[in-house]
């Protein structure tokens, strides 16, 4: 196993425990019965990317992209 591909595993498998525990650290998307008179929408939600709940949100999605990278990386040869 190269060099190369051996840090590229081994980048891969931080991401996908910090992944794991950035979806878990979340909280759940249930809006309950606020949502059915319009009550859903509140200073909190319109403005929850600003948040740590929206900054976690973020993070996940970088790391779900860098996830994707990576295994596309190390599923083809170019690092052979």
């Known amino acids: ?3 190369l591909k051996l840090i590229a595993t081994i980048i891969y498998i931080i991401v996908c425990v910090a992944i794991v525990i ?4 979340q909280e759940g998307k ?3 019965l606020g949502a059915v008179s319009g009550a859903a929408d509140s200073y909190w939600t319109r403005n929850k990317g600003r948040s740590s709940e929206g900054i976690k949100v973020k993070v996940t999605a970088v790391l ?3 996830f994707i990278i990576l295994s596309i990386v ?3 040869s170019w690092l052979d």
């Open 22 to 25: 950035v979806v878990l650290m």
């Open 30 to 32: 249930d809006s309950g």
């Open 64 to 66: 779900a992209a860098v």
């Open 1 to 3: 196993m190269s060099t």
């Open 74 to 76: 190390l599923c083809t």
